[in-house]
């Protein structure tokens, strides 16, 4: 397994590169393979962690104080170009490329957009551990996702914070029972020391469907992106080895 | 939300929206509001259907139209605009604008420009029809298409070709190939008499393919209108079949996704959050006051809808949502489409647009159709406005009838810093819609949007 930052040579755009990618070299590997794009969100409370997750995944960089998302979100403090981040997983056969969305700040105050949700194909509700509320809210996300989202949505439910595990006041057992009940994965993770968290996206990667089309989401690759060239027919925005 | 911004933007309607975003990039603090707890304002998109048969007070839908609450989503359109406080919100109030983007027009430059295309995907629009004469044709574009239109006799048709053939090579900043024409100073009307043209092909070329709603433009100066042909021509050149599109899941992505970019650039956003004032200090908006509690700002920017003492209606407009369970007759079965009828082929003074839009756009359950007929209100019976419209749909399994006041802003906003929109008006694209967001940011920024502030082009290019 290894995971490793997109090639430049290979991180085009992603409507570009799902419809080239169907016999892509990979960059450091150079044997012949699958890749798979998927739409990941991440939802959860304010300040539970869920920008410093996808900074410890995509850059391998931690940020003791980083600031709320408001006013500076993930996406302009990791790149100054990006609408979301992309980060690749390898499994044997396929290499996975995570699209991972950001909220942006909008859950702050309930304004989220159903735009947000939709396509996604896998998601990380994220609490702290050392916050019931938080845990209560990640529930009500996980409901919010279940309706709103693609019925076949992978959901990972991520209790981060665990490197201070002496302030915990949501018990592993409990959130183990919660997440199997409702067929999530789950893990606790630490942003800070880097526990599970290229493991909680690993798991994402494996249980996700390589072999549909689109997965039934985003349109299923039905519509077209614009660009300012020619017409630009997006392949699927699920996995892409037709 | 008791901070300072630069600019409050009351409403989620697409043009809010967009104005957010420009502000955001170009660096102005913002917070955007609205009162309900969706995007896109009045009406947005309206899922599941129960709340859309509930909402016009019609018994709940049987399992027909399909199960689940994601059944039929009527995802079509955009809000509507009814000057009533919120406390007062009541049924009825939205509905929704039928409207298509051209391929080559500004909303897609905008979106393009902004990078907020990376959000939306979108379908071309499979068809574009006039009726004429009783039935409805496939609208020609060019040259080629018009010498095997049904639409005219021979001799018409090649009378008509040459007209075409001039709009093609005609460029504004190339006084040679105006042959002698000044398009600023000649009308339409005298570009019609040099190709000696009859009323028939006035009509298609002048409503059809320049996409106009009346006739006034004939006395107009001609530049306007062959810039309007231009671009549905360049439009339908761009992904073929016809020059709109529309996007996947329906209009109301496009709020969305712009509302996302002010985000990225650090806009913020409540929903479902009252206005209850704005806040005026000696004839300028100083903030907005919700409750208790008072954001202040140096700016206002809003849909009709937050200011009904500063707006006047100016007309309404008549819209009709139909549900189908099948493609709209003689159109081979398009999976959507526009179909146009010129005002004077059914003796009115506004054209009566019809737009379709289907399962294949993820707005409706599979099989299923929904058919918007439309127009701007010229008498006390307006159903009977759009019958000839109605009557071309085959039948209809249910319809949802809504007419609306259409606002003008009574001030340019420069005295009070209240920025407002108009509503958005009865033609079949965003054209209009753009130019008034691009007006407003001028009179609000003071200078036009600089698109080099974009600098997240929002692609991932790391």
Known sequence: ?242 | MDEEYDAIVLGTGLKECILSGLLSVSGKKVLHIDRNKYYGAESASITPLEEMFEKFGLPKPDESYGRGSRAVTVAVGYRAVQCRPHRRRGTGTSILIPKFLMANGQLVKLLIHTGVTRYLEFKSVEGSYVFKGGKISKVPADEREALSSDLMGLFEKRRFRNLLAYIQDFKEDDPTTWKGLDPKATPMSALFEKFGVDKNTIDVTGHALALHRDDEYIAQPMGTTIARIKLYSESLARYGKSPFLYPMYGLGELPQGFARLAAIYGGTYMLDKPVDEIVVENGRAVGVRSGTEVAKCKQVYCDPTYVPDRVTKSGRVVRCICLLDHPIPNTKDALSTQIIIPQKQVGRNSDIYISLVSYTHQVAAKGWFVAMVSTTVETDNPEAEIKPGLELLGPIKQKFLTVNDHFVPNEDGTESQVFISSSYDATSHFETTCLDVLDIFRRGFGCDFDFSKVTHTLEDDQ
Not at chain 1, 139 to 145: A, I, P, R, S, Y
């Open chain 1, 1 to 242: 397994m290894c995971s490793s930052r997109a090639q430049p040579g290979l991180a085009v755009s992603g409507a570009a590169m799902a419809s080239r990618a169907g016999s892509a070299q990979r960059p450091n590997g150079g044997q012949q393979g699958k890749i798979c794009q998927f739409k990941l969100v991440l939802l959860g409370e304010s300040a539970v962690g869920k920008s410093s997750l996808v900074l410890r995944f995509v850059k391998g960089q931690f940020h003791e104080f980083q600031e709320s998302t408001i006013g500076a979100p993930l996406t302009q403090l990791l790149s100054p170009t990006a609408a979301f981040l992309t980060q690749t997983v390898c499994l044997d056969e396929t290499t996975v490329k995570f699209e991972i969305w950001d909220t942006a700040g909008q859950e702050r105050y309930h304004s989220l957009a159903p735009m947000y949700y939709r396509g996604a194909q896998a998601a990380i509700v994220v609490y702290d551990i050392q916050s019931q509320d938080t845990f209560a809210r990640a529930k009500t996300w996980v409901k919010e996702l279940q309706r709103q989202a693609s019925p076949n949505i992978v959901i990972a439910l991520a209790g981060n914070k665990a490197d201070l595990a002496n302030k915990r006041m949501v018990e592993y057992e409990e959130a183990q029972a919660y997440a199997e009940d409702n067929g999530l994965l789950f893990m606790e993770t630490s942003a800070k020391t880097a526990m599970n968290v290229n493991e909680i996206f690993l798991a994402i990667a494996k249980k996700l469907p390589k072999s549909e089309p689109g997965g039934g989401a985003a349109g299923a690759g039905s519509g077209r992106t614009l660009s300012d060239g020619d017409g630009d027919p997006r392949a699927s925005a699920g996995c892409c080895n037709k």
